[in-house]
DNA sequence: CTGTTAGCGCATTCAA
DNA sequence: TTGAATGCGCTAACAG
């Protein structure tokens, strides 16, 4: 089946080039009957148009450029499915790419979706490096899961969920409190504010330190092994909030094997709410996926129809904890 | 910033719009010190070359379409990382698309690589729906994670995956067996074949099945809740091998519910070897990811360069158990 | 309502 | 070595 254009589509249905494209695209008025002759050969012959002839013209795509940070958190697989179907229901095919938390790689990717013609950019940003050069795009972009300044966005209210969960260890009777997570976390933020207001302390001995980089199960448990030596495997507090749920898992996995009991010794909340919290009844504080998702395609496509350049959108989702077994427990 | 285009490119050093090309793709001779201006402009201005002109000029897009069934299951969300990144070394970009196990959208997806012109199409497959049409497309496609005979494949040997677990279980001095999953699949056929060979009888009662549509933990639990409500909670085997590690983790989930000792009661095998069946300690059946894309790559790519239709290449890797402690049990 | 024409941005042939 | 000219497949303005 060699490659059909509409030229030749045109010559089958006898009618001109022009009239062929307008029977496809159907906004202006066509003879009734030549309509139906153009409808039948496309149909017979399975003639698709080139879209990078169509792009070409009309300096417009249909393609959004989506790039990642990793997809060994479900999280963001759940995110980039969904964001793919809604996508769809839009006409627009995604372009996606994983940046590995690599801000070359990420800048790359940008890259190409410029020379695609991405009509419009959606982000999990590896960090601040390509922020700038992003917005100097000319194209439009935003940011997911987080939220920049600089540019539109559209993310949870991690402080509030820090907060939520610092709520839930303090009203279960908790005074020794640990987090566990990345260094720069707004999500800790919240939570320690929640506790000073509270009149408790949040020892930094008691934070267990993850990379940024440590994006698998074996990399977080390094980390948390490595805390535990320092700290000569002596843990002072009774309840932890995990940055994702893959820390928590691991952290989870590691008292196990300590023989520490998860909520009697160490109550535990995570961060996401994938199925992997699911799946081992840990308490985590949920994204609303669907909702990220639609708010940023709202944005998105706002921006790509209007391209008005108004003030930057910040859009902050509200975090709703639920609860399982790994917080299920009060302090007498 | 506005897009620009090779002209201005020319304009701004002083050559004409061929010459720009010619030093962007360097093939031809050019004048070093006007290459030398024309690179400066370049990076000066950030431009970077329309792919859809370059598309349309060259009957090449450098994008090869993947349509995935689901990335319910983390084997498929690892397969696509993989060849999203080799694909990338290679030059390509990766148009995603997610089936949800649909034909129908399955063809749309294939409509949409064939419109963006995609040099080749990565595939797996909802069923047999698609496949003839698939042959006829005039576009390079390989079906990955199966085989077929119309089209190119490369998969795992899943007939020889049921015998390893079937010979395991037979070692382990089982003598009743159990199945959980598609009610077509090779992996069962190898199994029972073993089972035959050996003197064993699969006794279908033993037999759990999923549907093909069940591809999430709530699903697949509710397979497993109807085969047990007709059994009557009894079940007939002292071993039992899973579709998929989805499929395995949940009735892992059931047994422990139900009091049943994994592996002490029931052994239990999976397949696909993902992280699930890491962190539960499921024994599963590996897959060689990385082999799997390389090689889909490398048929793919070969048949977009020399477009010679030689007989249909039907590539089976050999499947590896993983012992975890769901199986590692001998019976007396 | 329809055909002719121009041109999107680029690669490439042909002259110079 | 280089510029001018052509055309990839399509949309849209224009003239009929």
Same mark, same amino acid.
């Given at each position: 089946?060699?490659?059909?254009?509409?030229?030749?589509?045109?010559?089958?249905?006898?009618?001109?080039?022009?009239?062929?494209?307008?029977?496809?695209?159907?906004?202006?008025?066509?003879?009734?009957?030549?309509?139906?002759?153009?409808?039948?050969?496309?149909?017979?012959?399975?003639?698709?148009?080139?879209?990078?002839?169509?792009?070409?013209?009309?300096?417009?795509?249909?393609?959004?450029?989506?790039?990642?940070?990793?997809?060994?958190?479900?999280?963001?697989?759940?995110?980039?499915?969904?964001?793919?179907?809604?996508?769809?229901?839009?006409?627009?095919?995604?372009?996606?790419?994983?940046?590995?938390?690599?801000?070359?790689?990420?800048?790359?990717?940008?890259?190409?979706?410029?020379?695609?013609?991405?009509?419009?950019?959606?982000?999990?940003?590896?960090?601040?490096?390509?922020?700038?050069?992003?917005?100097?795009?000319?194209?439009?972009?935003?940011?997911?899961?987080?939220?920049?300044?600089?540019?539109?966005?559209? =993310?949870? @209210?991690?402080?509030?969920?820090? +907060? !939520?969960?610092?709520?839930?260890? #303090? %009203?279960?009777?908790?005074?020794?409190?640990?987090?566990?997570?990345?260094?720069?976390?707004?999500?800790?933020?919240?939570?320690?504010?929640?506790?000073?207001?509270?009149?408790?302390?949040?020892?930094?001995?008691?934070?267990?330190?993850?990379?940024?980089?440590?994006?698998?199960?074996?990399?977080?448990?390094?980390?948390?092994?490595?805390?535990?030596?320092?700290?000569?495997?002596?843990?002072?507090?009774?309840?932890?909030?995990?940055?994702?749920?893959?820390?928590?898992?691991?952290?989870?996995?590691?008292?196990?094997?300590?023989?520490?009991?998860?909520?009697?010794?160490?109550?535990?909340? =995570?961060? @996401?709410?994938?199925?992997?919290? +699911? !799946?081992?009844?840990?308490?985590? #504080? %949920?994204?609303?996926?669907?909702?990220?998702?639609?708010?940023?395609?709202?944005?998105?496509?706002?921006?790509?129809?209007?391209?008005?350049?108004?003030?930057?959108?910040?859009?902050?989702?509200?975090?709703?904890?639920?609860?399982?077994?790994?917080?299920?427990?009060?302090?007498?």
């Amino acid at each position: 089946m060699a490659k059909l254009t509409m030229k030749e589509i045109a010559k089958l249905a006898k009618v001109s080039q022009s009239t062929v494209s307008r029977v496809i695209n159907g906004n202006e008025k066509v003879n009734e009957d030549a309509a139906k002759r153009v409808l039948k050969v496309i149909e017979d012959v399975g003639y698709i148009p080139n879209s990078a002839a169509q792009t070409l013209k009309r300096s417009q795509s249909k393609i959004i450029g989506v790039c990642v940070t990793e997809t060994y958190n479900p999280y963001f697989v759940e995110l980039v499915d969904v964001l793919e179907s809604e996508a769809r229901k839009l006409g627009y095919s995604i372009l996606l790419h994983n940046s590995k938390h690599n801000p070359i790689t990420e800048w790359e990717s940008i890259q190409n979706f410029i020379a695609r013609q991405a009509d419009g950019v959606i982000c999990i940003p590896t960090g601040e490096y390509n922020l700038q050069r992003m917005n100097k795009l000319g194209i439009p972009t935003v940011i997911i899961t987080q939220n920049h300044q600089s540019l539109d966005s559209v =993310g949870l @209210d991690h402080m509030q969920a820090g +907060k !939520i969960a610092a709520e839930k260890f #303090i %009203h279960a009777g908790h005074t020794k409190f640990g987090f566990i997570g990345t260094a720069l976390d707004d999500k800790f933020l919240g939570y320690k504010s929640v506790l000073y207001e509270n009149g408790f302390d949040f020892d930094l001995n008691n934070f267990i330190r993850v990379e940024e980089a440590s994006t698998n199960n074996y990399l977080i448990r390094q980390d948390i092994e490595s805390y535990l030596k320092e700290k000569k495997e002596q843990l002072d507090f009774t309840c932890i909030f995990a940055g994702n749920d893959l820390v928590a898992l691991e952290f989870l996995e590691m008292a196990q094997e300590r023989k520490i009991r998860i909520p009697e010794d160490i109550s535990l909340i =995570g961060f @996401d709410d994938t199925y992997l919290s +699911k !799946i081992m009844g840990i308490s985590s #504080i %949920h994204q609303p996926i669907e909702d990220m998702v639609k708010t940023t395609l709202e944005v998105l496509l706002n921006r790509i129809e209007n391209e008005v350049s108004t003030e930057k959108v910040n859009i902050k989702l509200d975090p709703v904890l639920i609860e399982r077994t790994s917080s299920n427990y009060k302090k007498s």
